[in-house]
T-cell receptor, first 113, second 114 residues
Framework: NAGVTQTPKFRVLKTGQSMTLLCAQDMNHEYMYWYRQDPGMGLRLIHYSVGEGTTAKGEVPDGYNVSRLKKQNFLLGLESAAPSQTSVYFC????????????FGPGTRLTVT | AQSVTQLGSHVSVSEGALVLLRCNYSSSVPPYLFWYVQYPNQGLQLLLKYTSAATLVKGINGFEAEFKKSETSFHLTKPSAHMSDAAEYFCAVSSSGGYNKLIFGAGTRLAVHP
């Protein structure tokens, strides 16, 4: 099993450009999450999904959109990138049978200039 | 609301010395508690978790943590540090909002010197 994978690993955007980050998991997990990691701030939840076709806002959702059209994929979109969105983005997944444990992808390092 | 405080953003120890990383939490419901480790340029890996069974939890790589309800603490320890333990460590508490959501602390970067 590959676990949780993220594409791309690195990306540099110019202010105003758009992009989509892809997260895929092969563990048949119901729950999926997008976080951003910034120095000294730990991980903050952007959006999450509790099942195919569902999404919900997390702690810092502004400037991001998400979609979960297939159970195994969770997409994070930036419609108009801003320098404040320079960060490392992590995707994670989990399921009800494994109380609160989350499984993380390797991360995407995004720089917005 | 739940929250996590990790005391000390940077901790430095000598190889072979005791590692102690502090975590205090706030929770309005009985918590599940986690320690994750992040090695450079990698994702987060679960070290150990407390899920209301034994209060002393043993994890991978010789780490353990003790849940102390009276102190609202879940400190991470390892008797003897190894160079390979150098990483960033995150404490997390379960969110009362369900859906396996977690609240993370700001992280503690552990340096191990010879």
């Amino acid at each position: 099993n590959a676990g949780v994978t993220q594409t791309p690993k690195f990306r540099v955007l110019k202010t105003g450009q758009s992009m989509t980050l892809l997260c895929a998991q092969d563990m048949n997990h119901e729950y999926m999450y997008w976080y951003r990691q910034d120095p000294g701030m730990g991980l903050r939840l952007i959006h999450y999904s509790v099942g195919e076709g569902t999404t919900a806002k997390g702690e810092v959702p502004d400037g991001y959109n998400v979609s979960r059209l297939k159970k195994q994929n969770f997409l994070l979109g930036l419609e108009s990138a801003a320098p404040s969105q320079t960060s490392v983005y992590f995707c994670a997944s989990g399921w009800t049978g494994d109380r609160y444990e989350q499984y993380f992808g390797p991360g995407t390092r995004l720089t917005v200039t | 609301a739940q929250s996590v405080t990790q005391l000390g953003s940077h901790v430095s120890v000598s190889e072979g010395a005791l590692v102690l990383l502090r975590c205090n939490y706030s929770s309005s419901v009985p918590p599940y508690l986690f320690w994750y480790v992040q090695y450079p340029n990698q994702g987060l890996q679960l070290l150990l978790k407390y899920t209301s069974a034994a209060t002393l939890v043993k994890g991978i790589n010789g780490f353990e943590a003790e849940f102390k309800k009276s102190e609202t603490s879940f400190h991470l320890t390892k008797p003897s540090a190894h160079m390979s333990d150098a990483a960033e460590y995150f404490c997390a508490v379960s969110s009362s909002g369900g859906y396996n959501k977690l609240i993370f602390g700001a992280g503690t970067r552990l340096a191990v010197h010879p």
